[in-house]
DNA sequence: AAAGCGTGGTT
DNA sequence: TAACCAAGCTT
């Protein structure tokens, strides 16, 4: 290491209060309250989180807001309570328990991690980062929380919260990716061993409440004094991060199709790729984005008479999607894996949000024409 | 190892 | 509005 010695990081002994010992005091007092955590003056007397529950938060927490996961997590608890029921349950209704939470290749993870754990290891999570890093859906940062937070292991946690605290704490200037091993290392010199599980969350607290990307409150920040992005007078300019690629688009063209009696028509998408094992209605291929608006001449054959019900745009990742969406009344026969779904069972399916833009726009349509 | 993978909120 | 961002993992 080659910090000067009289950087405050490197003298806990010294006359400024280490930066774990400042954080942790704001962390005793400014603690979230989250479904999934057991708060600090809990954790001072022995109380142990349920590794279930901490490691279902991590994997829905995974570039997903705490107040989208909310509700998720508490309809995952009931219906799943603990590693066992979940290994017991179909990946199916895991896959629609999550539907419109997104990044489904987690759901299908998820249901494969419970296996491994029951399975493997007798239901039990294995206690460290390393053992933990080896489960499915279980990476760097997740395999870290999980050990630091449910077994007391002193591991640095580096999520993108932590990422942006500590940059900003020593004003690293390197690019985002290169730079997370630097950051890794700064973390792990930070980290308070007596109190692993309680420093990582207070430093990724810290990084949601006031350290933010835009307008941080550097003036009620606990380690303002440690700061050096602050000192120079720009935090807000860290961290530095690699320019993001264009967002193409596509566009294509979904078959909303309603059979008199039995419902409407869904299919089951592909094991791999976008949206992989969720439902869909029938579509054309989503591809490179043309002037113009789709036909149904791709359209499932045996319909009489298409009704334009208009178009909805979604954006995913890597790109944006023009939907155009058609609605017909016809009793076809069904394709291999396909199925009919009736107004009281569609609620339930493994729709994501994209497919109900598709279908909220098919009905509100037709409700318009009838009216 | 760069790219694929969702969605909703904020600026 | 478009860009940016949120407790990343996989291949």
Redesign the pocket.
């Given at each position: 290491m080659t910090l000067s010695m009289n950087h405050p990081f490197h003298n806990p002994g010294g006359k400024t209060m280490p930066t774990s010992a400042a954080l942790l005091e704001w962390y005793d007092r400014h603690a979230?309250d989250?479904p999934?955590?057991i708060g600090p003056a809990r954790i001072a007397k022995g109380v142990r989180p349920d590794p279930y529950r901490v490691w279902l938060?991590?994997?829905m927490?995974?570039?997903?807001?705490?107040?989208?996961v909310k509700a998720y997590f508490r309809k995952f608890t009931e219906m799943w309570p603990d590693i066992e029921s979940l290994a017991s349950a179909d990946e199916q209704d895991v896959l629609k328990a999550w539907?419109?939470?997104?990044?489904?290749?987690?759901a299908r993870?998820l249901k494969r991690c419970a296996d491994a754990v029951v399975r493997e290891h007798a239901g039990r999570f294995p206690q460290t980062a390393t053992a933990l890093?080896e489960?499915?859906?279980?990476?760097?940062?997740?395999?870290?929380?999980i050990a630091a937070?449910a077994f007391g292991e002193a591991v640095p946690v580096v999520?993108?919260?932590?990422?942006?605290v500590v940059s900003r704490l020593h004003r690293i200037d390197t690019p985002l990716?290169v730079a997370k091993k630097e950051i890794r290392a700064k973390a792990a010199l930070m980290l308070d061993p007596a109190r692993p599980g309680d420093f990582a969350?207070a430093m990724?607290?810290l990084?949601?409440t006031l350290c933010?990307?835009?307008?941080p409150a550097c003036m009620h920040c606990p380690v303002r004094r440690m700061c050096r992005a602050l000192a120079t007078g720009d935090p807000e300019t860290f961290p530095v991060?690699?320019?993001?690629?264009?967002?193409p688009r596509r566009r294509g063209a979904a078959f909303v199709i309603e059979h008199p009696e039995k419902g409407w028509m869904l299919e089951r998408r592909g094991g791999?790729?976008?949206?992989?094992g969720?439902t869909q209605v029938p579509t054309t291929a989503w591809t490179a984005r043309q002037d113009g608006t789709t036909d149904t001449s791709e359209a499932p054959a045996g319909v009489s008479r298409w009704r334009r019900c208009g178009s909805i745009r979604?954006?995913?990742?890597?790109?944006e999607l023009e939907l155009d969406v058609h609605h017909a009344v016809a009793e076809l026969p069904l394709e291999a894996g396909q199925w009919w779904s009736a107004s009281d069972e569609i609620g339930g399916e493994a729709?994501?949000?994209?497919?109900?833009?598709v279908l909220a726009l098919a009905i509100e349509s037709k409700l318009a024409e009838n009216s």
């Amino acid at each position: 290491m080659t910090l000067s010695m009289n950087h405050p990081f490197h003298n806990p002994g010294g006359k400024t209060m280490p930066t774990s010992a400042a954080l942790l005091e704001w962390y005793d007092r400014h603690a979230r309250d989250l479904p999934w955590r057991i708060g600090p003056a809990r954790i001072a007397k022995g109380v142990r989180p349920d590794p279930y529950r901490v490691w279902l938060s991590e994997i829905m927490l995974q570039q997903t807001t705490v107040a989208a996961v909310k509700a998720y997590f508490r309809k995952f608890t009931e219906m799943w309570p603990d590693i066992e029921s979940l290994a017991s349950a179909d990946e199916q209704d895991v896959l629609k328990a999550w539907a419109g939470l997104g990044y489904y290749s987690r759901a299908r993870n998820l249901k494969r991690c419970a296996d491994a754990v029951v399975r493997e290891h007798a239901g039990r999570f294995p206690q460290t980062a390393t053992a933990l890093r080896e489960l499915p859906g279980i990476g760097d940062y997740t395999s870290a929380a999980i050990a630091a937070i449910a077994f007391g292991e002193a591991v640095p946690v580096v999520d993108g919260n932590v990422e942006r605290v500590v940059s900003r704490l020593h004003r690293i200037d390197t690019p985002l990716p290169v730079a997370k091993k630097e950051i890794r290392a700064k973390a792990a010199l930070m980290l308070d061993p007596a109190r692993p599980g309680d420093f990582a969350q207070a430093m990724m607290d810290l990084g949601a409440t006031l350290c933010t990307p835009k307008r941080p409150a550097c003036m009620h920040c606990p380690v303002r004094r440690m700061c050096r992005a602050l000192a120079t007078g720009d935090p807000e300019t860290f961290p530095v991060k690699a320019p993001r690629r264009a967002k193409p688009r596509r566009r294509g063209a979904a078959f909303v199709i309603e059979h008199p009696e039995k419902g409407w028509m869904l299919e089951r998408r592909g094991g791999s790729g976008l949206l992989a094992g969720m439902t869909q209605v029938p579509t054309t291929a989503w591809t490179a984005r043309q002037d113009g608006t789709t036909d149904t001449s791709e359209a499932p054959a045996g319909v009489s008479r298409w009704r334009r019900c208009g178009s909805i745009r979604h954006v995913f990742t890597h790109f944006e999607l023009e939907l155009d969406v058609h609605h017909a009344v016809a009793e076809l026969p069904l394709e291999a894996g396909q199925w009919w779904s009736a107004s009281d069972e569609i609620g339930g399916e493994a729709l994501p949000t994209v497919m109900k833009k598709v279908l909220a726009l098919a009905i509100e349509s037709k409700l318009a024409e009838n009216s």
